[in-house]
């Protein structure tokens, strides 16, 4: 049996290996000094290993030692460039090809049209040209594989659109149904059975230039990064969704329940971004976890004694931040922060005696709250704040006292919450405790 400095430092290294390399790998990206650092940011937030290069490497061994290349270049590919992408992909790799407008780029649009039709990417493939450009409008997307927009959309600059792309599978498409952007997965069927890799255009570079990276538009690219090439490397992409990678983000309910997309990561997530999902038994252990980029945490404890500092947080716009702890022992301590911009929400449950849960939700961005405190002797300490929404669930009960419990909610927009259980005397709506020296609830809404 570990003692207990053994299992702390094993539950800390657990922790902040699984919160920041995931599932590293290595990554080349081609650019031409414009979106390619973006890409860049957001590939090492989700733990990659990039390496930037302004000129093509068209031998086919040199992109071996890669996992994903991601050309984000609008100038035509050379041959040699097209036959070391194809043996790049045929082997396994994922690989990203920036296409354009047919006004700017069309002989690039050709190549990869080509390169990809060879590869059992539909005869006669066609990017730009005769099926002409789409809207600069993104208003559907693949939810199998990707967020639902939820009524927001997907900017562009001057995007072509895409046809006859065969078994591939859209991924961006406008509000009359032009495609934008388009997946084709060996592991999903979408090309020639010799394909094993992934390959997939947006046809529009600007998309995630400065001017437009931000909001969905981020959103959409972390999908890919986790979700899609996650299924790609790992070999568990099909027909039906990214598997073990993630495929929509988790859709926050920001009024007093939780939504059927919620409901099914709490059944079974299938991972997002920096994922920790972390199972600890036993007691007198410290748990640091620190989430940058996209993150999803699902986090089980049982044991006494125990201290649990989780951090979600990104300075990007558009992230979704999302925790779900369960703590199942007593005198535990539960520190919870989730700040940046985008939505955040969190699940909570502890079930024992005397826990203490501190839960921060700051910055832009919706907040919601789920807090279930099970037990006797309970401090909860709960701050909402920025623009945004902010709604809270809790239920605090013990029925023979304690709890000590506050609720601040403050910044421009809707503020609510809801203590469903009632007090057997009926003179509070608050949650149980049934006083004896117990009970204290401060409330505090402003803005």
Not at 3 to 15: D, G
Not at 86 to 93: A, Q, R, S
Not at 303 to 326: P, R, W
Not at 380 to 395: F, K, L, P, R
């Amino acid at each position: 049996m570990l003692s207990s400095t053994l299992r702390k430092l094993s539950s800390i290294l657990f922790c902040l290996l699984f919160a920041n390399s995931v599932w590293a790998d290595n990554v080349l990206i081609i650019h031409m000094n414009y979106v390619g650092p973006n890409v860049k940011t957001a590939l090492e937030a989700a733990g990659h290993t990039v390496t930037m290069s302004t000129s093509e490497i068209t031998n086919a061994a040199t992109l071996a030692n890669y996992d994903q290349v991601w050309d984000t270049r609008y100038n035509t590919l050379s041959s040699s460039q097209a036959n070391a992408y194809d043996t790049f992909v045929k082997n396994g790799g994922f690989l990203y090809l920036t296409t354009e407008n047919p006004s700017c780029c069309q002989a690039r649009n050709n190549v990869v049209a080509s390169l990809i039709s060879n590869m059992g990417g539909g005869a006669g493939l066609t990017i730009g040209g005769s099926a002409g450009f789409a809207s600069n409008t993104g208003s559907y997307v693949n939810e199998t594989y990707m967020t639902s927009l939820n009524g927001s959309t997907i900017t562009f600059a001057a995007v072509s659109a895409i046809a006859n792309y065969g078994n591939g599978q859209w991924l961006i498409k406008d509000a009359s149904g032009k495609v934008q952007a388009v997946m084709w997965a060996g592991g999903a069927g979408n090309l020639s059975a010799e394909y094993t890799g992934t390959v997939i255009t947006v046809a529009d570079i600007n998309w995630i230039d400065n001017s437009r990276y931000k909001g969905t538009n981020v959103v959409a690219l972390d999908d890919i990064i986790n979700g899609i090439v996650y299924g790609t490397v790992q070999g568990t992409i099909t027909e039906e969704g990214n598997s073990s990678g993630g495929s929509a983000a988790p859709t926050p309910s920001y009024s007093t329940g939780i939504t059927a997309a919620q409901q099914s990561r709490r059944d079974g997530f299938a991972g997002t971004g920096a994922e920790v999902n972390a199972n600890i038994e036993g007691n007198n252990n410290d748990v640091y976890i620190q989430q940058t980029g996209t993150h999803y945490l699902e986090l089980g404890i049982i044991g006494s004694s125990n201290t649990v500092n989780t951090t979600q947080t990104s300075t990007q716009l558009g992230i979704i931040h999302y925790a779900e702890t369960d703590i199942i022992g007593d005198s535990n301590t539960l520190d919870l922060v989730q700040s940046g911009d985008g939505d955040k929400s969190a699940f909570v449950s502890i079930t024992g005696d005397s826990n203490t849960a501190n839960i921060i939700q700051k910055d832009t961005g919706s907040h919601y709250l789920q807090l279930d405190l099970i037990g006797d002797g309970h401090d909860a300490t709960v701050v909402q704040e920025g623009a945004g929404n902010h709604a809270a669930t809790v239920e605090l009960t013990n029925g023979g006292g304690a709890w000590d419990f506050d609720l601040t909610q403050s910044g421009s927009t809707d503020k609510e919450y809801s203590l469903p259980h009632s007090m057997s005397d009926g003179s509070t709506t608050s949650g149980t405790c049934y006083v004896q020296a117990g009970c204290s609830l401060t409330i505090i809404q402003n803005d």
